[in-house]
């Protein structure tokens, strides 16, 4: 089965699975990933493989931006310290700890490797928590902050899991090497998008001067924007996540001043249709990739990953919730200027943002994204987890 005819198939699944979702009250992400096993039965879903590097470019640029275009700015701006220290205090707590717990509890797991782990499940996913915001009736505060973090969480684990990419796949790594090369990637790679947004800004301006302010010449060239931001971050060599970031964030806003409301709905329906599609193919291709997976390993090694699944999952929550209470109070506690700026937080409130740390496709997209082989030729130490 060709390249198309596959594309067509999962495209045909996600939107089978969706339909069916409407019926079966279980969360959809759980049955996009059973589609997918499913799929991986079927002749030419068997042996479905997608190149690291492929999947990294055209999934998370379009997912990343569509989070950012789409998120209320001046709401994360006002949220934005809470929003900090989850995005970048709790990824790098995270990615840490699930590190060194799982190179505790599997010494022959090089610590890069562990590290990228935990960098992979760090980030926490935009839909995943808008499902739950949506059934809980929680303030708009929180749906921000949540959302927020999602977004910005996911570039600095990402970025971090570049890193321990990087370093597992040499055999290299410096701590000092590393905190310069993500303060200078991080942000060079957001100033980056930021000069990306607004050069093609200027040209969807300049369109409408002339008359050519078409809402599909124009959301096609919105479409190209994350791409752009990353291709060009990729060329000169800073980081291309906080470059799509920058990007989305600048355009969202961009578009909310300059841009006329029929195009900006078009817009928004566009990308709201590739955030579900993308969205769904990458549970699906998790549940094709996930049979082959569990197929090649023997019965007492798919028992002893999915301890250390529970394990993870434990440590993740307990970890999120003893950041998010500090967090939240003790900014208050010690400065008078906080807190009249914020107000206090509702304790339910702050233990919703504790539970939702619901993870998603990035965090997916990411695993799936982890290379085959180390520099050596070498398979990639701890792949399977």
């Not at 596959?6 to 996009?32: C, H, S, Y």
């Not at 929003?83 to 707590?93: E, I, M, R």
């Not at 931001?229 to 920058?246: K, M, N, R, W």
Request: proline share 6%.
């Amino acid at each position: 089965m060709g390249i198309i005819e596959i594309t067509l198939g999962l495209l045909l699944a996600v939107a089978a699975v969706a339909a069916l979702g409407k019926w079966i009250p279980v969360p959809l992400p759980i049955l996009l990933v059973a589609g997918g096993i499913a799929l991986s039965y079927l002749p030419g879903f068997d042996d479905l493989r997608i190149e690291p590097d492929v999947f990294f470019l055209l999934f998370i640029p379009p997912l990343l931006f569509a989070d950012g275009w789409l998120i209320p700015k001046r709401d994360l701006m006002r949220a934005l310290r809470p929003v900090l220290l989850l995005a970048f205090g709790l990824v790098f707590l995270t990615t840490l700890a699930v590190g060194y717990l799982m190179h505790w509890l599997i010494p022959s797991l090089p610590l890069a490797a562990a590290f990228a782990l935990g960098a992979v499940i760090s980030p926490t996913d935009a839909v995943s928590v808008s499902a739950i915001t949506s059934r809980l009736k929680v303030p708009s505060r929180v749906t921000t902050v949540l959302r927020g973090e999602s977004l910005i969480n996911d570039a600095s684990g990402l970025v971090a899991f570049k890193f321990a990419i990087a370093a597992a796949a040499t055999g290299a790594f410096s701590w000092s090497d590393a905190a310069l090369q993500f303060f200078v990637q991080s942000g060079g790679g957001f100033a980056l998008g930021l000069a990306v947004a607004w050069l093609i800004g200027r040209l969807r301006l300049g369109l409408t001067r002339f008359c050519l302010d078409d809402p599909l010449i124009l959301t096609v060239l919105s479409l190209l924007t994350p791409f752009a931001a990353y291709l060009a971050a990729e060329a000169l060599q800073v980081g291309s996540i906080l470059a799509v970031v920058g990007a989305a964030l600048y355009a969202g806003s961009h578009d909310a001043r300059f841009i006329d409301a029929p195009t900006r709905a078009h817009s928004w329906e566009v990308w709201r249709m590739l955030q579900f599609a993308f969205n769904g193919l990458v549970f699906l291709i998790l549940g094709v990739q996930l049979h082959s997976v569990v197929e090649g390993l023997s019965g007492s090694t798919a028992i002893g990953l999915a301890g250390y699944a529970l394990i993870l999952s434990a440590a993740v929550i307990v970890l999120r919730l003893a950041w998010v209470f500090p967090a939240a109070y003790l900014p208050l506690l010690l400065s008078k200027r906080t807190r009249d700026r914020e107000g206090s937080f509702r304790p339910r409130n702050v233990f919703i943002v504790g539970w939702a740390g619901v993870r998603g496709s990035v965090t997916l997209a990411a695993a799936l994204s982890t290379p085959l082989t180390t520099a050596t030729g070498a398979p990639f130490p701890g792949r399977e987890l």
